[in-house]
């Protein structure tokens, strides 16, 4: 079974662009969660979305929003980047069969914000 | 809210030697716990993982940990490391409502010394 895919694996932008960033769960998986990870910051929950729907979100600002598809697949977009928004942003899928939270993470999307 | 405190963000240890990664957690509501490993440039792998029942939990890669309640603690063991244990490590809680928003420690850096 392939795992979580997130696409692109690096990324660079330039402050006031904006981005958006691609994650496959695992076939099967109906839940997708973001994660923005910072070496300041540490690991921090973005949103989380099941059926296509938001069911759960973090303490970002309104620039961070993500939606989900009918295949699951999940994009996240940034708008309007910051320096600060640089991190390695982790989307991880879970399904019924996994049990509560537990959670598949795909390899990441290292942003750079200059 | 939950919150997680990981007491010791840099670990060496000699290889064939035990080690311990201490986690401490808040919660005013019940919780799951987990322990993830993140290898460089690879996403998060989940190590273990305690959602009730005994409090001694086994997992991947010889790894266990020990919930106890009292002292709102989920220590992280193994009786010998390897090499390959070299890694940074996190511990994990989540509540029970069903959701999947993690709330990570700030993660604990392992190194392991041949």
């Known amino acids: 079974k392939a795992g979580v895919t997130q696409t692109p694996r690096y990324l660079i932008k330039t402050r006031g662009q904006q981005v958006t960033l691609s994650c496959s769960p695992i076939s099967g998986h109906r839940s997708v969660s973001w994660y923005q990870q910072t070496p300041g910051q540490g690991l921090q929950f973005l949103f989380e979305?099941?059926?296509?729907?938001?069911?759960n979100k973090g303490n970002f600002p309104g620039r961070f929003s993500g939606r989900q598809f009918s295949n699951s697949r999940s994009e996240m977009n940034v708008s309007t980047l910051e320096l600060g928004d640089s991190a390695l942003y982790l989307c991880?899928?879970?399904?019924?069969?996994?049990?509560?939270?537990?959670?598949?993470f795909g390899p990441g999307t290292r942003l750079t914000v200059t | 809210a939950q919150s997680v405190t990981q007491l010791d963000s840099q670990v060496p240890v000699f290889e064939e030697a035990p080690v311990e990664l201490r986690c401490n957690y808040s919660?005013?509501?019940?919780?799951?716990l987990f322990w993830y490993v993140q290898y460089p440039n690879q996403g998060l792998q989940l190590l273990l993982k305690?959602?009730?029942?005994?409090?001694l939990v086994k997992g991947i890669n010889g790894f266990e940990a020990e919930f106890n309640k009292s002292q709102t603690s989920f220590h992280l063991r193994k009786p010998s490391v390897h090499i390959s244990d070299t890694a940074e490590y996190f511990c994990a809680v989540s509540d029970q409502t069903g959701a999947n928003n993690l709330f990570f420690g700030t993660g604990t850096r392992l190194t392991v010394i041949p």
């Open positions: 305690y959602l009730s029942g005994s409090t």
């Open positions: 979305y099941f059926s296509e729907t938001q069911r």
């Open positions: 919660s005013s509501v019940s919780v799951y």
């Open positions: 991880a899928s879970s399904g019924l069969a996994g049990g509560p939270g537990e959670q598949y």
